[in-house]
């Protein structure tokens, strides 16, 4: 009888989709699992969308995106970073952040290549490398003080004769973590030395607190590289803007790779949504104020659940500074997803559990405090009872 391919039954299910479909069988569960706000998109990107529906924008685009988002997306890099980037030939509209993150890895990785993946990490990377038929080598970030940091001796242990590629993900879902300007230029100064591709996954950048205002965005790795370093960059409106399920991203390459990737996006999904592309120039164009107040609102969660949190005996909970997760640490936590799945089952709070994000993730579990605050002192409160009864 056929079989399915090897390489896609290798492919882990997801652990977070697991618990989230046992938690969908329940009534009044506190959903803290997925990675989303629960913030409606703004009336102004909506009003954007009709609009570009009522102007004819149904048709096909280019396979690389509208030009006029593709420009858009030029300016905001040059008006946030000081990068200057051709908007014709290193910028390419993808059907969402993790389809630009497909489409680089299958440009870069050929089957029996290998991929190092800095973990605690979303696992759509390493299951994209994967299906590319790739091997992923998992280097874990430690805990040191009570920041996440990275471990150049493991990388440099990590790397054969087989490498191709190092993907990390600043600011870090699920860590939060966000390299600093000394770890971002030794993971640059990493790939060059290895020849190796750097994929950075971009995604939470507006989404930072320790900037010198709010706003801010987190420096891209694009300040650092050359036009000619083999780095890619994975974008997405999803976070920013509210706008998951519009599933419109981006990605920044070389030019060579970005003229690949444009080729392939006609046979993996032709382009973005001609509608939700004008959509996308709108946020770009409007969407400073209404960011800030999100922002604003993402602070004042983080800190109450950190507030929370904190002292509760064996309880670790690194500050994050990006994103909008929490990743505690349990210490004696040797199964995650059964605690997440008794959390659930008994207070009826869902939250992901840190063994769906690969080595270092087990003994953790991930808040997303992107709720309305009512969910989230609700959540918080039946959490740390749970936790104070658990030790």
């Given at each position: 009888?056929?079989?399915?391919?090897?390489?896609?039954?290798?492919?882990?299910?997801?652990?977070?989709?697991?618990?989230?479909?046992?938690?969908?069988?329940?009534?009044?569960?506190?959903?803290?699992?997925?990675?989303?706000?629960?913030?409606?998109?703004?009336?102004?990107?909506?009003?954007?969308?009709?609009?570009?529906?009522?102007?004819?924008?149904?048709?096909?685009?280019?396979?690389?995106?509208?030009?006029?988002?593709?420009?858009?997306?030029?300016?905001?890099?040059?008006?946030?970073?000081?990068?200057?980037?051709?908007?014709?030939?290193?910028?390419?509209?993808?059907?969402?952040?993790?389809?630009?993150?497909?489409?680089?890895?299958?440009?870069?990785?050929?089957?029996g290549d290998e991929a190092?993946?800095?973990?605690?990490?979303?696992?759509?990377?390493?299951?994209?490398?994967?299906?590319?038929?790739?091997?992923?080598?998992?280097?874990?970030?430690?805990?040191v003080g009570g920041r996440?940091?990275?471990?150049?001796?493991?990388?440099?242990?990590?790397?054969?004769?087989?490498?191709?590629?190092?993907?990390?993900?600043?600011?870090?879902?699920?860590?939060?973590?966000?390299?600093?300007?000394?770890?971002?230029?030794?993971?640059?100064?990493?790939?060059?030395?290895?020849?190796?591709?750097?994929?950075?996954?971009?995604?939470?950048?507006?989404?930072?607190?320790?900037?010198?205002?709010?706003?801010?965005?987190?420096?891209?790795?694009?300040?650092?590289?050359?036009?000619?370093?083999?780095?890619?960059?994975?974008?997405?409106?999803?976070?920013?803007?509210?706008?998951?399920?519009?599933?419109?991203?981006?990605?920044?390459?070389?030019?060579?790779?970005?003229?690949?990737?444009?080729?392939?996006?006609?046979?993996?999904?032709?382009?973005?949504?001609?509608?939700?592309?004008?959509?996308?120039?709108?946020?770009?164009?409007?969407?400073?104020?209404?960011?800030?107040?999100?922002?604003?609102?993402?602070?004042?969660?983080?800190?109450?659940?950190?507030?929370?949190?904190?002292?509760?005996?064996?309880?670790?909970?690194?500050?994050?500074?990006?994103?909008?997760?929490?990743?505690?640490?349990?210490?004696?936590?040797?199964?995650?997803?059964?605690?997440?799945?008794?959390?659930?089952?008994?207070?009826?709070?869902?939250?992901?559990?840190?063994?769906?994000?690969?080595?270092?993730?087990?003994?953790?579990?991930?808040?997303?405090?992107?709720?309305?605050?009512?969910?989230?002192?609700?959540?918080?409160?039946?959490?740390t009872k749970f936790l104070?009864?658990?030790?």
């Open positions: 009888m056929p079989r399915i391919a090897t390489s896609v039954e290798m492919v882990p299910r997801s652990r977070i989709r697991e618990l989230a479909e046992i938690a969908m069988t329940m009534d009044g569960v506190l959903r803290l699992y997925f990675g989303e706000s629960n913030l409606p998109t703004p009336e102004y990107i909506k009003q954007a969308a009709n609009r570009a529906l009522a102007d004819g924008y149904t048709f096909y685009t280019e396979n690389a995106g509208l030009p006029t988002l593709r420009r858009a997306l030029a300016d905001n890099y040059r008006r946030l970073h000081g990068v200057a980037l051709d908007p014709a030939g290193e910028i390419v509209v993808t059907a969402s952040g993790v389809q630009a993150l497909n489409l680089g890895i299958r440009c870069v990785l050929d089957p190092i993946v800095l973990t605690p990490a979303w696992p759509n990377g390493p299951s994209s490398i994967m299906m590319a038929n790739a091997t992923v080598r998992q280097v874990p970030h430690p805990l996440y940091t990275v471990d150049f001796e493991a990388l440099e242990a990590a790397v054969t004769p087989r490498t191709r590629l190092l993907l990390y993900t600043s600011p870090s879902n699920p860590l939060g973590w966000v390299a600093t300007d000394e770890e971002q230029q030794g993971l640059l100064d990493f790939a060059r030395r290895h020849g190796l591709w750097l994929m950075a996954d971009e995604v939470y950048d507006r989404l930072y607190y320790a900037g010198e205002e709010l706003g801010e965005p987190v420096p891209s790795v694009l300040r650092k590289a050359t036009r000619d370093d083999a780095v890619m960059v994975v974008h997405s409106f999803s976070k920013t803007y509210c706008m998951t399920g519009w599933r419109v991203g981006w990605l920044v390459a070389r030019r060579d790779l970005a003229e690949k990737a444009t080729q392939l996006n006609e046979f993996i999904v032709s382009h973005a949504p001609t509608f939700a592309q004008k959509a996308a120039e709108t946020a770009l164009a409007e969407g400073e104020g209404e960011l800030r107040r999100m922002l604003e609102r993402l602070k004042e969660n983080r800190d109450l659940c950190l507030d929370a949190l904190r002292g509760l005996p064996g309880v670790t909970v690194p500050k994050p500074d990006g994103a909008f997760y929490l990743f505690p640490r349990v210490a004696g936590l040797t199964d995650s997803f059964a605690f997440c799945r008794k959390l659930l089952e008994e207070t009826r709070v869902g939250l992901a559990p840190g063994v769906a994000f690969g080595a270092g993730g087990e003994g953790s579990f991930r808040i997303c405090y992107a709720a309305e605050r009512s969910i989230l002192e609700l959540a918080m409160e039946r959490l104070r009864s658990y030790a």
